[in-house]
């Protein structure tokens, strides 16, 4: 168990560290993969940091259908109240 919390706090600090220099979606994609690998709940403070820190001004009528997607989802599952005309333009 201790060499489990040894891992825990290094991957943290490594997911911390890799997620300041990314694009939001970048990240986005960092929190899809978490959940789809069942390891998120391990991660619950830092998902939700970075889900604050994103400047969702920087999203355009440009991007993808699949960008706006993920961040409505992530956004909705994590208990963030965002209307749909907020991010879907």
Do not use: C, W
Not at 22 to 37: G, M, P, V
Not at 53 to 69: R, V, W
């Amino acid at each position: 168990m201790k060499r489990f919390n040894k891992l825990k706090k290094e991957v943290k600090k490594n997911l911390m560290m890799m997620v300041e220099g990314s694009q939001e979606l970048e990240k986005l994609e960092l929190i899809d993969n978490l959940e789809r690998l069942g390891v998120s709940y391990h991660f619950k403070d830092e998902i939700m940091q970075i889900l604050r820190s994103i400047n969702y001004q920087n999203i355009t009528p440009g991007d993808s259908l699949y960008t706006t997607a993920l961040n409505f989802r992530l956004l909705r599952q994590h208990g963030f109240h965002i209307s749909q005309g907020t991010i879907l333009f």
